[in-house]
């Protein structure tokens, strides 16, 4: 078995506890794997053997993407087989952040995620088949870090639009703000819709 935890960029500190992998062989004798509450959310890359959920219908596999939410009993996952695991141990408002449409519903429980960025899993894939786990999770925390640049400038973006269209008591056009906030026309048309829902 393998098990190793890696700290997070500092970028990522204030949302990420830990990143972490597990190696681990399962077999007939010794499928379960207890989750315990921890107050973390965990985002697991599953690679290798698949681990699966029990429901009243059966055992239900999960994705190669799933979400354990906040536990208040342990979770029981079940696995046959070689795991080969990489997870992001998110803070709860860290989860949210990155998360908010899959947190919502994830209490005492593991949810199949479907993840956007294909190239992604299949680039963290190949690094985990190789057993480069260092190479993986740098990959993946470069992704997050990424993201969390991305959403932050957007959020800079429509505070600075509608500081001047508030100042300008809309009186301007829509070109001028695109050119003050460095972005272009469509940029700035999207994220203002969605955050306010106005056009």
């Avoid at 990489?86 to 919502?104: D, N, S």
């Avoid at 995620?113 to 190949?126: A, C, E, G, V, Y």
């Avoid at 190479?135 to 509608?162: H, I, P, W």
Wanted: with cysteine; proline share 5%; hydrophobic share 35%.
């Amino acid at each position: 078995m393998l098990y190793k935890e890696y700290k997070p960029h500092e970028s990522l500190e204030e949302h990420i506890k830990c990143f972490w992998v597990l190696e681990k062989e399962y077999n007939s004798a010794n499928q379960c794997e207890l989750v315990y509450p921890d107050s973390y959310f965990e985002l697991i890359f599953s690679y290798g053997a698949s681990y699966k959920l029990l429901n009243p219908h059966g055992m239900q596999p999960l994705s190669t993407v799933f979400l354990i939410g906040l536990l208040q009993k342990p979770l029981p996952l079940y696995c046959d087989g070689v795991a080969k695991v990489l997870c992001v141990r998110f803070y709860p408002w860290g989860a949210h952040t990155f998360l908010p449409h899959y947190v919502k519903g994830s209490t005492d429980s593991a949810r199949s995620i479907d993840f956007p960025h294909n190239r992604m899993i299949q680039k963290l894939s190949t690094s985990v088949e190789q057993n480069d786990y260092n190479t993986a999770v740098k990959n993946l925390e470069n992704a997050l870090v990424e993201f969390s640049l991305e959403t932050m400038y957007d959020r800079q973006l429509v505070r600075n639009a509608s500081e001047y269209l508030f100042q300008k008591k809309g009186q301007c056009r829509i070109e001028e703000v695109a050119e003050m906030c460095h972005r272009s026309l469509r940029q700035v048309q999207r994220r203002f819709n969605d955050e306010f829902g106005l056009s």
